[in-house]
């Protein structure tokens, strides 16, 4: 097939590959041959039932990533109907198309507070108004993205598995967990302004709280009270039954 242009190729052999090659991250089930084309999945799984939205990039997935529709989108997130994501990650040398990275990252991560809304489209454009959104990767944990397909191979399915597993532990809503993480990465006797270096991270996991400080101290009473940590002195603290 000639192709008209690197994008028109870009999207042809990535929807190719994904057909021919992507599976339910949950249950190993290969996708249905038809593409679903509806405005918010692009697959369903016949087994466990989850939607999927594949967006592909030439770019390394770092900052952000450009989405679809905005409001379609930010509909389907409180409603309940978001779609999971893969994210695939291609190069074209030579007219030829390369798979180099295939992220799954699963619904429970991508919430309103992830979805960044563009500039509708100004007049004169073929679909003035139309508004997009863009996915801010680096407001989702890290744990959350788990690599499915690198180095011209899948990544085993137990592997995968075992990732989803490990994600499921971590939510990101959850700020008894971020400090607990926080926590861990800490030496046993660690002091408040060890924490208060976090605090631009913790901003931007929740970034609907302006009051990140009074935040951090108050979970840390309520893990003194669940017996996790001491409070030695003003300000200093020791680890007990945790890491
Ligand atoms: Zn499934």
Redesign the pocket.
């Known amino acids: 097939m000639i192709y008209k242009n690197k994008s028109q190729l870009a999207r042809v052999e990535t929807e190719n590959w994904a057909l021919a090659n992507l599976f339910?991250p949950?249950?190993s089930?290969a996708f249905m041959a038809e593409k679903a084309n509806t405005k918010v999945f692009d697959f369903r799984?016949a087994?466990?039932?989850?939607t999927y939205q594949l967006k592909s990039t030439s770019k390394k997935i770092t900052r952000k990533l450009l989405g679809s529709e905005y409001y379609s989108f930010v509909n389907a997130i409180k409603n309940n109907n978001c779609p999971n994501f893969l994210i695939l990650e291609y190069s074209i040398v030579a007219d030829h198309f390369f798979v180099n990275r295939v992220i799954y990252i699963a619904k429970e991560f991508i919430t309103e507070d992830v979805v960044e809304k563009r500039k509708p489209l100004s007049v004169d454009a073929r679909r003035a108004g139309w508004t997009g959104y863009n996915l801010l990767i680096d407001h989702i944990p890290l744990e959350a993205m788990i690599t499915i397909y690198e180095e011209s191979q899948f990544v085993s399915i137990q592997n995968i598995l075992f990732a989803i597993e490990k994600s499921k532990n971590i939510s990101k809503k959850d700020w008894g967990n971020e400090i607990i993480n926080i926590i861990r990465e800490l030496a046993v006797n660690f002091s408040l302004s060890d924490i208060y270096k976090y605090e631009e991270k913790l901003k931007i996991l929740f970034p609907k709280n302006k009051n990140i400080k009074p935040k951090i101290r108050q979970q840390l009473q309520i893990l003194r009270d669940a017996g996790k940590i001491d409070f030695l002195d003003r300000g200093k603290y020791k680890k007990l039954d945790f890491l």
């Open positions: 339910c949950k249950c089930v799984c087994c466990c039932d989850e």
